[in-house]
């Protein structure tokens, strides 16, 4: 809630202001302060704005950041380097074996777009530790032979991203990157949403199924192998149709008991939804659904209840989705 995130920074603050008492920290009620609520177009409470240099114009919006530890991290980034320089094997570990997740680049030269662009992701994924490295010994000790970033998930590497010049952009690294706080199918409840939104994956794939099932695992161990492949661009999510508190999430993509095992896509800017035009919940018909939605050729769903049969008996005529283009254009 608002007042927890208040409370989160409240507390950051006090800590910064032992550790970095250059930092200054101010709090304003927009409520009473409305030029400043229009100036800085203030939507949402909190909102929390870096000013770097005195500069008015353009500070830096401090998203998605919901604990004291990682906003404390957040603004350090920003005042100062975002990753740690690794000079030994040793120090390496040390950043892997800090906590759950860490995130290492490995580089054959310090200076390069690629390296840019991995300290610019760093300072927007605050909740994990970033090393960076370009010593020869340090890549030789991971078999590491070109510019790669490494994820790191419990002391183990979960995931090599090469990276090249211009191919990848701030952007689809911290994507990549933040859904590795998820799990590779994160089930859907009401703890869990605020994390899946929290990632800044706009695609998600949702597949509707009792979890009580005979054939809820076979399907299960499709979904999660499909979704291996699409980390990073698509979200993998599954609803449990049995769970009673999801009845919602139903009646939004007008699922009914009839149609599970079901498999939606969902844009989240666009709130444009797919069905998956298959049937059965394979590896195949996953992976293929997902390369049609990603290329821009699968078609939209419109969500339609079926064409009443007597639908132009009378004056008037009865339209629904399925049959509105094609009576009205």
Not at 189 to 212: A, G, Y
Not at 243 to 255: A, D, K, P, Q, W
Not at 265 to 294: G, R, W
Request: some cysteine; aromatic content about 10%.
């Amino acid at each position: 809630s608002s007042q927890n995130l208040s409370e989160e920074f409240a507390e950051a603050a006090q800590q910064l202001k032992k550790e970095a008492p250059r930092i200054q920290f101010g709090k304003i009620d927009v409520t009473h302060q409305r030029d400043l609520r229009k100036e800085f177009n203030i939507r949402e409470f909190p909102t929390v704005k870096l000013f770097v240099d005195g500069r008015r114009e353009d500070p830096i919006d401090c998203r998605g950041v919901r604990q004291a530890s990682a906003f404390i991290t957040w603004v350090k980034r920003r005042t100062g380097p975002s990753t740690v320089l690794i000079n030994s094997t040793d120090e390496a570990e040390a950043i892997i074996h800090a906590g759950d997740l860490a995130v290492i680049g490995f580089f054959k030269e310090l200076h390069n777009e690629s390296v840019e662009v991995f300290c610019e992701t760093a300072r927007d994924v605050p909740e994990m530790p970033f090393g960076l490295t370009a010593s020869e010994d340090v890549c030789a000790d991971y078999g590491i032979q070109e510019n790669t970033l490494v994820v790191f998930q419990k002391g183990k590497p979960v995931h090599h991203e090469v990276l090249e010049d211009g191919r990848q952009s701030k952007l689809d690294l911290t994507r990549l990157i933040k859904t590795f706080t998820l799990d590779l199918v994160t089930e859907y409840n009401l703890e869990t949403s605020v994390k899946i939104f929290d990632v800044p994956v706009e695609n998600h794939i949702l597949l509707f199924t009792p979890k009580n099932s005979e054939t809820f695992s076979e399907i299960y161990e499709n979904y999660k192998s499909a979704a291996a492949e699409f980390r990073g661009k698509i979200t993998f999510v599954l609803v449990d149709t049995d769970e009673t508190r999801n009845g919602r999430v139903f009646e939004y993509f007008r699922i009914r008991d009839v149609d599970v095992p079901a498999v939606r896509i969902l844009n989240l800017t666009s709130d444009a939804k797919y069905k998956m035009p298959a049937d059965k919940v394979t590896v195949e018909n996953l992976k293929q659904f997902c390369q049609s939605y990603l290329t821009g050729t699968a078609k939209l769903h419109l969500s339609s209840e079926e064409i009443p049969e007597d639908w132009d008996k009378k004056p008037v005529k009865v339209l629904v989705g399925k049959n509105f283009n094609k009576i009205v254009f």
